[in-house]
């Protein structure tokens, strides 16, 4: 299996290399240059194995220089019962009252309570993996700007893994008091945390000057470091995405849910920077049997345009919503899609992106958009009306949701009324714990505004509804604060080469 660049044919590397390096010299993304493929059969075996199995399966296909060995115990270490509560890391529960045949895909039972644990428990094993096997034998310092959920992630990801440190910038003002709070008490003896006088853009810029400076390569050098960053155009984020698209489909087989060869799903994901529904595109084109892949923004709605219209356009205002971890106006992971449903044209990719940083749009050709349409389906929801989706999904199925993932549900029965596809079985992707946005969660349900510590909201929320507060946000408040520094974005790479001594 070999991994070419979006953006150069010429570009060839292995897993190991794709995932030691990120990004490509030439800007591109690492894709896969073709796909494993499974059949019914296949999908029979999966659907006896445990989660750890179908997920050793998946990524030996993709990355064949792994052992078996190697790879058990990655996803051992990154999925076994120490960190994901409960028998399974990625269950389904069933709505049955109004949504008859919608399934959620609960992603948020690891240590941060967001999906973005799926991936970030397992990239630092991939990723000192592929260090050594690319034979790199410095200590990789992972550096992120995050607007919340990423940054705790990787902070708990990488948490003591050897031959890592990880350094998290964070907007003062721009998280919520949980995110903050989960950030600053973060424990590990390779992690330091620190918030930006700025907002997010600030942070993400001074990140990126760090990464392309000269001087700050070199002082690395002389420590025996070297930068990776954690982010989603990463591979080795990507791949462990895949596995719980198959993992759903093979739970609904093996409880007699899907019972005859073919018979196809619903995927709807509620997306920021276009990750986490690839994977379920990555799934599809292996075999998997989905009907639509269903995109669901809130209203920095700039995919559901590009779905409904071929062209992109970034040249839009930017809206601070109650879904923040989907407040994004450049989904970066498009350019894999992209690249695939063009049947390979670097070229062809390579303008569009140009024409992205340049004007701000692409359109894209009538091909491409054909391939579009025939396998996607989008929508967008607001605010008012995401408060909406929580308040129903409790009152009437009983089931509470943060507002990422009742973005999800509003955009599906959006679909439902425009197709009137009501029969076919779909998985609706839950990204957060509810109580990791309780302010929205509340509000949506009391009809009152709820602001505050972190703390009082989760109890608030938990003596409301009967539910209990997940074990890793209740046990914040035992914790110590451990990262109560801030600077200007100027100085960050100051605080880098202090922390790293
Ligand atoms: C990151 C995130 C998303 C968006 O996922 P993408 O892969 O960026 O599309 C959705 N919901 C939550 C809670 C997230 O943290």
Redesign the pocket.
């Given at each position: 299996m070999k991994y070419i660049s979006t953006r150069n044919h010429a570009k060839v590397v292995s897993g190991a290399q794709a995932i030691a390096q990120g990004i490509s010299e030439d800007g591109g993304l690492f894709v896969p240059s073709q796909l494993p493929h499974y059949a019914y059969s296949d999908l029979q075996a999966l659907a006896g194995s445990s989660y750890q199995e179908r997920a050793v399966k998946i990524l030996k296909d993709f990355l064949p220089e792994f052992s078996l060995d190697e790879l058990r115990q990655a996803v051992e270490l990154a999925y076994g019962n120490h960190k994901f509560s409960g028998e399974h890391p990625a269950p389904l529960s069933l709505q049955q009252k109004k949504h008859l045949n919608m399934y959620m895909l609960e992603l948020?039972h690891g240590p941060t309570c967001?999906?973005?644990d799926m991936a970030l428990q397992l990239l630092p094993h991939l990723l000192t993996s592929s260090l050594r096997k690319t034979g790199c034998d410095k200590t990789a310092v992972i550096l992120t700007a995050t607007s919340?959920?990423?940054g705790k992630?990787a902070l708990e990801g990488f948490k003591d893994v050897p031959g890592t440190k990880v350094m998290v910038f964070y907007p003062q003002e721009g998280v919520s008091p949980m995110q903050k709070l989960q950030m600053v008490t973060q424990e590990g003896e390779n992690v330091a945390v620190c918030a930006v006088q700025g907002n997010f853009d600030d942070a993400q810029t001074g990140v990126k000057s760090i990464f392309t400076n000269d001087a700050m390569r070199k002082q690395l050098e002389a420590r025996n470091a070297v930068f990776t960053s954690a982010n989603?155009i990463n591979w080795g984020r990507l791949l462990p995405?895949i596995v719980y698209y198959f993992s759903a489909y093979c739970d609904l087989m093996a409880t007699g849910e899907m019972d005859y060869e073919g018979e196809t799903i619903n995927i709807v994901?509620?997306?920021?920077?276009?990750?986490?529904?690839?994977a379920a595109f990555y799934a599809k084109e292996m075999g998997l049997p989905v009907g639509k892949l269903i995109c669901a923004s809130n209203s920095n709605d700039v995919l559901t345009e590009f779905i409904r219209t071929g062209v992109y356009n970034r040249n839009r205002p930017f809206h601070t919503t109650i879904?923040p971890?989907?407040d994004?106006l450049v989904?970066s992971?498009l350019e894999r899609l992209l690249y695939h449903l063009t049947g390979g044209k670097a070229d062809q990719v390579r303008q569009w992106m140009q024409q992205l940083a340049q004007q701000g749009y692409y359109r894209v050709d009538p091909e491409t958009m054909q391939k579009i349409t025939d396998l996607f389906w989008a929508g967008s929801c607001g605010d008012e009306d995401t408060l909406k989706s929580i308040r129903e999904m409790y009152q009437v199925e009983n089931y509470l949701c943060?507002s990422?993932?009742a973005v999800a549900v509003h955009v599906y029965e959006e679909y439902v009324k425009a197709t009137g596809d009501s029969q076919t079985p779909t998985v609706v992707v839950s990204?957060?714990s509810p109580y990791?946005f309780p302010e929205s969660v509340l509000c949506a349900i009391t009809g009152k505004q709820s602001e505050g510590e972190a703390i009082p909201l989760l109890d608030a929320l938990s003596a409301l509804t009967g539910t209990a507060v997940p074990e890793p946000l209740h046990r914040v408040r035992e914790k110590a604060v451990r990262f109560s520094a801030s600077c200007a974005p100027e100085s960050m790479a100051e605080v880098v080469l202090a922390t790293l001594g």
């Open positions: 948020w967001a999906f973005k919340g959920d990423t992630a989603s995405q994901v509620p997306t920021g920077n276009f990750g986490n529904i690839l879904s971890s989907m994004i989904s992971n943060d990422h993932t990204t957060a990791k």
